[in-house]
DNA sequence: TAATCGTGGGT
DNA sequence: TACCCAAGATT
């Protein structure tokens, strides 16, 4: 550990001038618009840069201020956002944007504290904003951050446990500089990404290989601990794409499953793989929707990933006749091409619809 | 608090 | 292939 001001005004020294030489012109970084680095930040939690860059540049086009994405509908919010995922961050930022509007006149607060008090903002994006945007002296501590410490400094701890998160935040305010918080947590950030990565770091170029725990004892592989993940669990799925002429009956998903905002088809979940259709005429319901149309031919499965879910999942095509008087269950209504192509949908829908050429 | 929330890239 | 992981937050 580094013991005395000395070594932690040292380290903070060395840090900034590898940032200064080896960072990479991100665009979020060349702004202090506290709007605009709150977007990148929600955009890259748990996302690569790469994927989240176009994103972020969609989001700035067409909203270009807070007050631009507190008017929008949340269905076109979504709708930016598809294919992303974790479709709640973008719920809790278009909440958010009108909270910030409604009650802060469109201003951002501007302390850590006061900013983890808005959905979607937890202790890493709340000192994150605060020390980019207005220059807090706070650390703020995200994946490349826990794993930069955990191996210069040999802390063993669970970095996703309780005790964990505490030990490496009382490390972590140690180190922050006051001067210069805002490249500090950068700097941190982008040693992570670039420099101290998870797998195979090369450590023989790295500033900090004189000081690093886990280089003198080639514990790179070992750090940081993390608790393992549950088991991926299999689930099946059955859509039923119920198409009347040109149009496409959907309906936006609740609850809390998966996808909850997006819209997809009428569905049954399984236990198992249904490889005829005759079981879905056991159910009076799906009955009376079924026998009002003409299923297609037996669909391939698609197997989705998910980070806890293997989904397995046939699209029965149904053909409704245009004279049909179907009544369509709560929820489901018949939506046009055009209107189809406006809605948010899973990654998985959207490249369905596509390989059937229907977007 | 441990489980859950997507998607895509890398090995 | 199967697994890991990526600027975490929520319940």
Redesign the pocket.
Known sequence: MLSDHLQVFDFNKKLKSWYLQNH?P?L??QTSDPYKIWL?????????????TPYYEKFISDYPTVFDLAAADERDVLRLW????????AR?MHFTARQIVAEFEGKFPQTAVQL?K???????????IASFAFGEAIPAI???V??VMARLFGIFTDT????GKKEFAAVAVQLVSHEDPATYN?AM??F??LQC????PDCKVCPFNDICYAFKFDMQAKLPV????????NRFFNYFILQKGDQLAMQERKG?????G?YDFLMTESTELVDSPDVFFDDIVMYNILSKGRIREIPKVYQ??????RLNVRFWWVDIPMNSDINLPEGLYFYSPEEIHSLP????V??VLREEDYL
């Not at 996703?160 to 005790?163: Q, V």
């Not at 989705?304 to 879910?309: A, I, N």
């Open positions: 990479r991100l979020w970084r990148s930040e929600i955009i890259l939690q748990q996302t690569r840069v790469a994927q989240g598809q294919g992303l995922g974790y479709y709640s961050r809790n983890a808005l959905k979607g903002l937890g202790n890493y994006t709340a000192a994150a995200d994946g490349n826990y794993r996703l446990s309780n005790e950068q950030i982008e992570g990404a990565v998870p797998v195979a993390k608790t393992k993940k549950a088991a991926v669990r809390k499953d998966i996808w909850k997006l989705h990933l998910l980070t806890h879910q949908k899973p990654i998985l959207d490249t």
